[in-house]
């Protein structure tokens, strides 16, 4: 709070970049790498004109090149060009199965190496993955350029939606416009029966949206192909646009 109290340092535009939007969460497993990853492709199938990057700094646990299926270490100034849409991720400047094990500060050069040294050449938006929570990552982003505006995902549960609100008054005390919530893994329908059942809840983060004066951007089910998608490597809006599930993303991606 103190640093926050201070104001915020001069931003800096990243070069070339003319969007910024974060995709954050307040816990971590409720899909806001699946959501950053889909909803980037969607911006770029949505509109072919619009060139798309994606920016992986969920530092403690990168997934965008697994989901992505993007191997090798690239130059930090090299980005690495997959479905419509490049990307740069923590991932590709550590072992995949090495821990990250580092204080702040090394945190901090790593995201400064992130936002500063890649060369995104002209993009209108870049989608950033952040880490789960309020910690340093997100302050630093924050802190160091402008963000066009932040999407938090939840799942409808009460935990989730605690700190997908925690996630929402950080991003305003930072003078990040959140633009709305997206509700994950809302509802669930058997293949076979097609019985809908609400694991994590009903509609949760809708009525955190309304509590909060924010908007729903969207409603993703808890869907077997949106999983096996991710962990292929080949996101859904990209192997299956045609889906439902797919279909669910690229409307949000209309929304911001
Ligand atoms: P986070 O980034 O919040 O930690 P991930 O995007 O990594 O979460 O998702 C956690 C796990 O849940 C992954 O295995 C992912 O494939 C899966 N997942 C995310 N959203 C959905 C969904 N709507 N339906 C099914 N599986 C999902």
């Given at each position: 709070t103190q640093i926050m109290s201070r104001g915020l340092p001069k931003q800096k535009p990243i070069e070339g970049v003319k969007q910024v939007i974060v995709v954050a969460s307040g816990k971590g497993g409720v899909g806001k790498s699946t959501?950053?990853?889909?909803?980037?492709?969607?911006?770029?199938?949505?509109?072919?004109?619009?060139?798309?990057?994606?920016l992986d700094v969920d530092v403690y646990g990168p997934s965008v090149p697994k989901m992505m299926n993007l191997k090798g270490n690239p130059e930090l100034s090299q980005i690495v060009f997959l479905c419509y849409c490049c990307s740069m991720s923590m991932g590709f400047l550590v072992e995949e199965s090495e821990p990250v094990v580092w204080r702040g500060l090394m945190v901090m050069s790593a995201i400064e190496k992130l936002l500063r040294q890649v060369d995104w050449g002209q993009l209108d938006y870049l989608v950033v993955d952040m880490p789960p929570g309020t910690g340093d990552v997100q302050l630093s982003v924050?802190?160091?350029?402008?963000?066009?505006?932040?999407?938090?995902?939840?799942?409808?549960?009460?935990?989730?939606?605690?700190?997908?609100?925690?996630g929402a008054e950080m991003f305003r005390r930072v003078h990040v416009p959140v633009l709305g919530l997206v509700q994950n893994?809302?509802?669930?329908?058997?293949?076979?029966?097609?019985?809908?059942?609400?694991?994590?809840?009903?509609?949760?983060?809708?009525?955190?949206?309304?509590?909060?004066?924010?908007?729903?951007?969207?409603?993703?089910?808890?869907?077997?192909?949106?999983?096996?998608?991710?962990?292929?490597g080949q996101p859904i809006v990209f192997s299956q646009p045609e889906s439902d599930e797919a279909k669910a993303y690229l409307r949000i991606a209309v929304e911001v």
């Open positions: 959501t950053a990853v889909n909803l980037a492709l969607a911006l770029a199938a949505n509109d072919s004109s619009k060139a798309i990057g994606l924050s802190q160091n350029i402008p963000i066009t505006g932040a999407v938090i995902v939840s799942t409808p549960q009460d935990i989730a939606l605690m700190d997908a609100h925690k893994m809302s509802v669930f329908q058997c293949p076979k029966c097609k019985h809908k059942t609400h694991i994590f809840g009903a509609d949760g983060a809708r009525k955190l949206a309304q509590t909060l004066g924010l908007e729903v951007l969207g409603d993703i089910p808890l869907h077997l192909n949106i999983r096996e998608a991710s962990d292929t």
